[in-house]
């Protein structure tokens, strides 16, 4: 149980349910003739990503244990459940096993695209831990872009399982809008949890947005980021758009979210959750979109 909560199931269940919408939404709203991609090496795909988000949740406590007796003492693992070479023992396993898996894959399709990505990932994710979640915006920059880069990862997956005499660019525009949103959303999800998180980054040397320039600002800047959906609905209902989608649902509750922010910014949890459940129903479009 203990283990579980360490590696996070929740963010890894998204993971999973992200690669597999996009997937779906790439091959079923194709009118081109594909060659039938291999469902087992895209589960390989989506199965060593899992693994090497969790060796990065792993990690990230490994380095927090001193901040986190004191932003969240109940739900200290590493030291207090887990052992700390227990926990670097499945950080190393997890991800040897993702790596092996991209190397398979690089090799099967004949990319080093897959084993890039896959090794820059585990570098990013441990210096972030140790290093650049230290430093102001750099290690919230670090997060986002592995999270936009899920979506993408489907991307290059989708392309080389397509036939090399076609190339249909235009397909993926849906995708990389998708990833921006998630990269502006985790942006601004990471500047709250700064804030929540200010007194046990102290003790680790934290130079965090919400340490350099106020709690006031950054909680400006994360509403500021947080307008960026709702502001491309409202252009979209403008040019004539009108159907309900799950986007314009996750736009709601992403109003909903800067209003407890203007209204009630102490209430950072439920802001936190609020953006979480966006992501969640913006996910859910490649689903609507696939079987729709």
Not at 68 to 90: E, G, M, Q, S, Y
């Amino acid at each position: 149980m203990y283990f579980l909560r360490l590696i996070r199931p929740i963010n890894l269940l998204i993971i999973v349910l992200t690669m597999y919408g996009a997937i779906l939404y790439l091959f079923n709203g194709s009118s081109v003739k594909l060659i039938p991609y291999s469902e087992l090496d895209f589960g390989l795909l989506v199965f060593s990503t899992v693994l090497i988000a969790a060796a990065g949740n792993i990690i990230n406590d490994y380095f927090d244990v001193k901040a986190d007796k004191v932003n969240k003492p109940d739900r200290l693992i590493i030291t207090k459940h887990i052992k700390r070479r227990w926990a670097i023992f499945w950080h190393w396993t997890f991800n040897c096993i993702g790596f092996f898996i991209g190397i398979y894959l690089s090799i099967k399709y004949q990319s080093l695209s897959f084993v890039f990505v896959q090794l820059m990932s585990i570098n990013l994710l441990w210096f972030y831990s140790m290093y650049f979640k230290r430093k102001m915006l750099i290690g919230n920059v670090i997060i986002s872009f592995l999270s936009a880069m899920i979506p993408i990862l489907v991307v290059i997956f989708y392309h080389f399982s397509m036939t090399k005499s076609t190339d249909r660019l235009e397909d993926y525009t849906f995708i990389f809008i998708m990833a921006g949103f998630a990269f502006v959303l985790n942006f601004a999800r990471e500047i709250i949890k700064d804030i929540q998180d200010i007194e046990g980054d102290k003790l680790i040397q934290v130079r965090s947005l919400p340490m350099i320039v106020g709690i006031n600002t950054s909680l400006v800047i994360a509403g500021v980021l947080l307008c960026v959906l709702p502001a491309l609905m409202i252009i979209i209902w403008f040019f004539g758009a009108r159907e309900i989608t799950m986007v314009h649902a996750a736009a709601l509750v992403d109003v909903l979210a800067i209003l407890v922010l203007i209204f009630a910014s102490q209430r950072l949890k439920i802001i936190d959750q609020l953006i979480k459940l966006t992501m969640l129903i913006g996910l859910l479009m490649f689903y609507q979109l696939a079987f729709l």
